[in-house]
Each structure stands twice: as C-alpha cells, then as structure tokens.
C-alpha cells in the first residue's frame, strides 16, 4: 500500500524563487531591446533562461512511500530511491544546520549534494530545510527529504527499519 505526502513550500523557498526569477528572467529580457548586443552576452540571456527552466523540471510535488521505495515526485516524473536495509529516519528542525550544498539553494526547490559535519555528504530534495526535514539513512545513501506531516512519515518509514527494506 502507498503512501502519499505533500511537500509545501515555505516563505523561504517563494522568496528565493521570486527574488532568482526575477534576475534571471530580468537579465534575459533586459537586452532585448539593445542594439548591437555581442553574441556572448545574447548567450548569457540565454543561459539565464535555461537554469530558470531546468530548476522547475526538478522542483518537488510530493513523496510516496510504496513498500520499500520512496518515490520523490517532480514536475514531470518521479525519482525513486530504495529504501532497502533503512538504518535510521529522524526528524529534526536543525538537520540542516551548519549544511554546505553542491546545487540548488532555492530556485523552486532545495536540491543536491550537500555537507554537514553531523551528517556527511547526502543528498537532498525538498521545499522546507528549515522546519520539515526527514534525514532517511541507507547503507547505501542517506536522503533528507521535506514532507508536509514529518511525523507520519516517521511513523509510517520506521515499519521499514530493520526488515531488510
């Protein structure tokens, strides 16, 4: 049986995801109008345009928990990740702190590989680092992921903890 969680976004992301939205489209129809613009700065509008675009490929919509997979729901498909041998999943409003991130820091998610003396490297993909983080630990990998209700996630991902998946 599945289970289904939303993943809202916070101030933070909708600040961050406006502010960025605005410089990156801003740069790109900025020079629209100039004349004799060099090609390279034409590219950079173009650049600008095509990070806006993939980051909103990759914002998450949601997770599903379905036996020992968690499926994380982007625009336009999932990302599974298994679940098998969980070692640990917590809760913690501070998992977050002191992270250093290799990817998006918040234009329509917070996404990547990111760092953390507490934690090591795992990677995350979610819309609340800072009040719904859920740090998911395989032998293999360790997640961090944001769903709306962190308590039931808990509830329901700890029945997958030491049932080999």
């Known amino acids: 049986m599945a289970e289904e969680f939303d993943a809202p976004w916070t101030k933070l992301l909708w600040g961050v995801t406006g502010l960025s939205t605005v410089v990156l489209w801003g740069v790109s129809l900025g020079w629209l109008g100039v004349e004799d613009l060099p090609t390279w700065a034409r590219g950079i509008g173009g650049i600008c345009v095509l990070i806006w675009a993939v980051c909103a490929l990759f914002m998450v919509r949601g997770y599903r928990l379905e036996g020992s997979t968690l499926f994380i729901k982007r625009l336009y498909w999932e990302t599974e990740v298994s679940l098998e041998g969980l070692v640990s999943v917590r809760h913690d409003n501070k998992l977050m702190k002191g992270a250093l991130r290799v990817g998006?820091?918040?234009?329509?998610?917070?996404?990547?590989?990111?760092?953390?003396?507490?934690?090591?490297?795992?990677?995350?993909?979610?819309?609340?680092?800072?009040?719904?983080?859920?740090?998911?630990?395989?032998?293999?990998?360790?997640?961090?992921?944001?769903?709306?209700?962190?308590?039931?996630?808990?509830a329901v991902a700890e029945g997958l903890i030491g049932e080999g998946g």
């Open 104 to 154: 998006n820091g918040g234009l329509f998610v917070f996404a990547g590989w990111y760092w953390s003396k507490q934690h090591g490297w795992f990677h995350l993909a979610g819309n609340d680092i800072l009040g719904r983080a859920v740090l998911l630990e395989t032998p293999r990998a360790k997640w961090m992921i944001t769903p709306g209700d962190p308590q039931r996630f808990l």
